[in-house]
C-alpha cells in the first residue's frame, strides 16, 4: 500500500501505529502492535492486535486492556441509526476511565473493495462526525490509547508514528459491518 515496505506493520512501545519490521529483538517488558491488513477477492480486511512480550509492568498490562476495551465498547456502541460521534464518545470514555490519551492523528476508515476511504471514523469524543450508520456500512475502529501525551511525530521513514514523550501505545483494531440488527466483527481475533 502505497509503497510501504513490508507486508505488515510492528510498532513497538512507543512506536504509536506503521512501524516497520526490523532487526530489532523484541525484549521482555516490550508492548507490541501488530497490524495486518488483507486483499482477498478484491475486498480489502484490516486489524490490529497488542501484546505484552514477557514481563510487562501493571501500567503497560493496563494500556492494553484498555486499548481492548475502548475498541470493543465503541464496537457495541455501533448499530444502525447510530451516530459516528458516539464510537469517538465511547472510547474517550474508556480512555478518560482509565486516564490514558487517544491519538487523535488516526481515525478509522471505510474499507471494501478500497482500503482508505468514508466513512472517516474519529476515536476522541467529538460533535463533529454526526453521519448516522446504515446497513451494509463496513469500516474500522482502532483507537490508539497513549500512555502519556497525544503528541507524535513521523520519523523520517515516512512512516513511523511516534510519541514525543518516548512513552508507550497499544492498538486494538476490528474492520465491522452495519447490520440490520446491529453489527458484524469481521476480523475477529484474540
Known amino acids: 500500500y502505497r509503497a510501504f515496505p513490508k507486508s505488515t506493520c510492528t510498532s513497538v512501545n512507543n512506536v504509536l501505529c506503521h512501524g516497520i519490521p526490523n532487526t530489532r529483538k523484541l525484549r521482555s517488558g516490550d508492548i507490541i502492535s501488530i497490524d495486518v ?10 486489524c490490529c492486535s497488542s501484546t505484552s512480550i514477557g514481563e510487562v509492568d501493571i501500567t503497560g498490562h493496563r494500556l492494553i486492556a484498555a486499548s481492548k476495551r475502548a475498541t470493543l465498547s465503541a ?11 458516539s464510537i469517538g464518545n465511547t472510547i ?19 474499507i471494501g473493495s478500497y482500503f482508505h476511504g ?7 469524543p467529538n460533535s463533529a462526525n ?8 463496513v469500516f474500522t475502529i482502532e483507537p490508539i490509547l497513549m500512555e502519556g501525551s497525544d503528541s507524535m511525530v513521523i ?14 501505545s497499544a492498538q486494538f483494531e476490528h ?7 446491529g453489527t458484524e466483527i469481521l476480523s475477529p481475533h484474540r
Open 37 to 46: 491488513s488483507i486483499y482477498y477477492k478484491g475486498v480489502f480486511g484490516d
Open 75 to 85: 464496537i457495541e456502541a455501533c448499530g444502525p441509526g447510530v451516530r459516528f460521534n
Open 92 to 110: 474517550g470514555k474508556v480512555a478518560e476511565e482509565e486516564r490514558f490519551s487517544i491519538s487523535k492523528e488516526f481515525i478509522g476508515h471505510g
Open 118 to 124: 468514508l466513512p472517516d471514523v474519529y476515536h476522541y
Open 130 to 137: 454526526r453521519h448516522v450508520m446504515r446497513p451494509g456500512m
Open 155 to 168: 520519523l523520517s521513514d515516512g512512516w513511523t508514528a511516534v510519541s514525543t514523550d518516548c512513552k508507550r
Open 175 to 181: 474492520t465491522i459491518l452495519i447490520t440490520r440488527d
